[in-house]
């Protein structure tokens, strides 16, 4: 059993991030669909010249790489309310310590504790570092 479903009141507290998950990832699919619909209503939109082709394909390119973001976000909340039906949230995926209130309460898809998401980041940017590095 994780270390953060032994204390009293854990059960009441987990309801309470389900409930914030899930709406946040109602808003997301919301969100996506107005952003969908509006992408293809100005699509309809016939460009006039080089400026407005080159203006759409500014939205366009904005369009994708938020609804990149947003599907990526989803996702991790996805994960978030799996771990809680399977009785593991709110401890890292990392190094299998409880996962602090405050971060979840911040972050509540957090996979990771503070130390460990930290840790990740920073080999990540050294990782990115290396690469920016050798095609100097």
């Not at 309809?44 to 947003?70: M, Y």
């Not at 809680?84 to 409880?98: L, M, R």
Request: proline share 3%; with cysteine; net charge negative.
């Amino acid at each position: 059993m994780p270390k953060t479903m032994s204390k009293n009141g854990a059960k009441t507290k987990f309801e309470q991030y389900q409930k914030a998950l899930e709406s946040k990832a109602d808003e997301l699919r919301r969100s996506m669909s107005a952003q969908k619909i509006a992408q293809v209503v100005s699509r309809l939109d016939v460009p006039s010249d080089e400026g407005d082709l080159s203006q759409q394909s500014h939205e366009e390119w904005i369009f994708l790489n938020r609804n990149t973001l947003d599907m990526k976000l989803l996702r991790d909340i996805q994960g978030a309310l799996r771990r809680i039906e399977q009785s593991t949230y709110g401890v890292c995926a990392a190094c299998d310590e409880p996962i602090s209130a405050k971060r979840l309460e911040a972050v509540p898809w957090a996979k990771f504790c503070v130390r460990c998401q930290e840790r990740i980041g920073s080999e990540t940017a050294e990782f990115d570092d290396d690469d920016f590095d050798s095609e100097r």
